[in-house]
Each structure stands twice: as structure tokens, then as C-alpha cells.
């Protein structure tokens, strides 16, 4: 398998007045295409900013971001991304949300129409076709925004805790679709989160992550599909990853507050 992205010693300092805060230093992974990859790590240890970085959104301090062997020097319709914050514009109805990005891309009426209504069921908002984001509940609007991405059809997706805001019973039937549009398509998913059993349900392969970015682990996640989400608590090999996760977790639990100080180079302040 080729490599869709190769992050190349990234690091990345806000600067405010005289303070620079690092929020992530020296980070290096590569990810396969078609992988389907799964970030995992506590608040604050630098998860968003590194999507950030991968998007193209943000510039880095230091390092690169090769997409298709080709530095990226911003952001670029081949790269989706699901940030935090929804995305969905107030004015357009969900439908009209979810058809943009093909509005964008050129495609005829009949085909938007027809794509977008699909997603739509997807993601459990049949019905509310007509509806704006204004009458949504936060977590449909969530959804509204992923199927707005999903639509896109970029070759590779970036999403920041995208299911984190719903309840476990819709979150599961969405990790389900995700897994099944992705598992129909050639795309690379990179897909952060907190929860370990979301990490070990969706993921090929799990990266944890400590404070300023630093890789604890990079673990394989070697069950085989479909995951059963009711097997978590019981599977030896899900209980087994589990805790050496949970483990890595703790591990890197020490310094995830970024380093704050006038000259940040010098390590932890
Ligand atoms: N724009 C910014 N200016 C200054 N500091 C920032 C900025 N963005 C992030 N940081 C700092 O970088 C650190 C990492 O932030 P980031 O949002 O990447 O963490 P995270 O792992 O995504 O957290 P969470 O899981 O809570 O979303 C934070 O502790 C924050 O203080």
C-alpha cells in the first residue's frame, strides 16, 4: 500500500505578544491510503491542531505535510474535514446543505439530488430534508455536516470527534455507515476521538497520542470486521487492547499542557 500522507516533523507554536505557546512539536506519522486511522488521545494533547495541519488550514511552525507525495500549502477539495464546530451555513435547508459540495464539483440536479437524499438517510435526517439548521438539534446538525463532508467525495477525511456530542445508540448506528461508506470507497479516514472502544471499533490501526503531539503508541488493531460494538466489554482481544490503550493513556497523561514561555524552544516550562 502507498503512502496518502507523510507528516514530516511537524510542530506548531501560537504566538501572542511575546508568548508562544507549542501546542504540538515534532510530530511525524504516515498513513496509508485507504487506512482507516483512528487518533486518540486526552484534551488538550494537540489533536485538533494536528488535523488542523493535515487540512491545510493552519500553517506549521516546522515540518510539512506530503498528500500524494506533494507538499500541501493549503486546504484542497481532495481533503475533507469534519471539524469540531458544525459547518452546515444557517441560510441553506439541510437538503441544500448537503448538495453543496457537489453544487461546487459541477454536478447536475437530478445527481445532487439523488447523492444528498442518500447521505441523508445515512446519517438518520430523512425527513428533515426541508428543515434549516436553525430547527436542528445540535447532534443533527453534527450530522447534517457530516453528510455534508461525506458528499464531497474528497479521497481523504479528517474528523474531530465527530459522534462525541450524540447518544450511544445513534453514535453506534453511525460509526456503522461511516464504516460502510468507507469500506465501498478507496478513501483514508483519519478520525480523532477520546473513547477508547470508539478508537478500537473504527481503526485499522490506533495512534495514541501524549502531550505537544508525542506518539505513545502506534498499535494495529488486528480484529476483524464487522466489530460488534456489544463485544467490547466481552472480546478477550477488545478487552486486551483496551488496556494496553487505556495504559498508553495514562501513560501520557504527564504533559499534556502545552509549553508556554517567551522562548518555547527550550523544552517544558
Ligand atoms: N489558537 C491557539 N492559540 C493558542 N493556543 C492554542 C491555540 N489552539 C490550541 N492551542 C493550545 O494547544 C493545545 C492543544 O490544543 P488542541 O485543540 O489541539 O487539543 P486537542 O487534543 O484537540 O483537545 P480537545 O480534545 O479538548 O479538543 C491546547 O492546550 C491549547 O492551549
Redesign the pocket.
Known amino acids: 500500500m502507498t503512502n496518502v500522507l507523510e507528516i514530516e516533523q511537524l510542530t ?1 507554536e ?1 504566538q ?1 505578544d511575546d508568548v508562544a ?4 512539536r515534532g510530530f511525524s506519522l504516515t498513513i496509508e491510503r485507504g487506512s482507516f486511522v483512528t487518533v486518540l ?12 495541519l493535515l487540512s491545510g488550514l493552519s500553517k506549521p511552525t516546522a515540518g510539512r505535510v506530503l498528500h500524494n507525495g506533494e507538499p500541501h500549502t493549503g486546504p484542497t477539495p481532495d481533503i475533507g474535514y469534519l471539524t ?1 464546530s458544525d459547518t452546515v451555513m444557517p441560510w441553506r435547508t439541510v437538503q441544500r446543505n448537503v448538495e453543496m459540495p457537489l453544487e461546487i464539483a459541477g454536478k447536475g440536479k437530478e445527481e445532487r439530488t439523488a447523492i444528498a437524499a442518500d447521505l441523508i438517510k445515512r446519517v438518520g435526517l430523512a425527513g428533515f430534508e426541508e428543515s434549516y439548521p436553525r430547527e436542528l438539534s445540535g447532534g443533527m446538525r453534527r450530522r447534517a455536516s457530516l453528510a455534508r463532508m461525506l458528499a464531497s467525495g474528497a479521497e481523504t477525511i479528517l474528523m ?2 465527530p459522534f462525541g456530542a450524540l447518544d450511544a445508540q445513534l453514535r453506534h448506528e453511525l460509526q456503522g455507515e461511516l464504516l460502510r461508506l468507507w469500506q465501498q470507497s478507496q478513501q483514508t479516514v483519519v478520525f ?1 476521538t ?1 473513547d477508547i472502544d470508539e478508537a478500537l471499533l473504527l481503526g485499522d490501526r490506533v495512534v495514541v ?1 501524549g502531550g ?2 508525542r506518539i505513545l503508541l502506534d498499535q494495529e488493531v488486528d480484529i476483524p470486521r464487522p466489530r460488534d460494538p456489544d463485544l467490547t466489554t466481552v472480546d478477550p482481544r477488545f478487552i486486551e487492547l483496551h488496556r494496553t490503550l487505556a495504559d498508553a493513556l495514562r501513560e501520557g497523561a504527564t504533559g ?3 509549553v ?1 514561555g517567551a522562548d518555547s524552544q527550550g523544552g517544558a516550562a
Open positions: 506548531k501560537f501572542r505557546t507549542v501546542a504540538l488521545g486526552r484534551s488538550g494533547c494537540g489533536k485538533s491542531t494536528m488535523l488542523n469540531q474531530d470527534e480523532v477520546h497520542l505537544l503531539g499534556i499542557t502545552p508556554v
